[in-house]
């Protein structure tokens, strides 16, 4: 069987830390390997000290849950994950629900989200798992089971 690699896509919002728990409720379920990976748009992420400070607290927090952490830049967000997922062999990748408001606002203004790039780019056979804005851990009870 092959070894299962769990990718969590966090972005410098605090909410993130909720998706790093999901990430590592599965890698501890199916006995994979957890990775944390923030791709930022552009060529640093010292862009912004606040963003800064954020994604340092969110690593920290993603290794003290035994992940490994990867900081990556590109101009191509989307392929830039998709690319790491297959140099990777990833087989899972956890990401956050865009908040309503901004799907909204991107579907008013005919443009497809980063979201849905992200997902396209993905190869086809790795499984991508989206956490709902509101969703609380307790559901994972329900993934456990679908997963096994």
Excluded: W
Excluded at 57 to 80: P, Q, R, S, T, W
């Amino acid at each position: 069987m092959t070894e299962q690699k769990i990718v969590v896509c966090i972005t410098a919002q605090s909410n993130s830390q909720r998706l790093i728990d999901y990430g590592a409720k599965i890698a501890e379920k199916v006995n994979g390997s957890l990775h944390i990976l923030h791709v930022q748009k552009g060529n640093s992420i010292f862009q912004n000290g606040e963003t800064l400070k954020l994604l340092a607290k969110l690593f920290a927090y993603g290794d003290k849950c035994g992940g490994m952490i990867h900081a990556l830049c590109d101009e191509n967000v989307a392929k830039c994950i998709a690319d790491f997922v297959k140099q990777e062999c990833v087989t899972k990748v956890v990401m956050g629900e865009l908040p309503a408001a901004m799907s909204q606002q991107l579907q008013k203004n005919g443009e497809e989200n980063q979201f849905e790039k992200i997902i396209s780019a993905l190869p086809k056979d790795v499984e991508v798992i989206v956490v709902k804005r509101q969703q609380k851990m307790e559901q994972l009870e329900k993934l456990e089971e679908k997963i096994g």
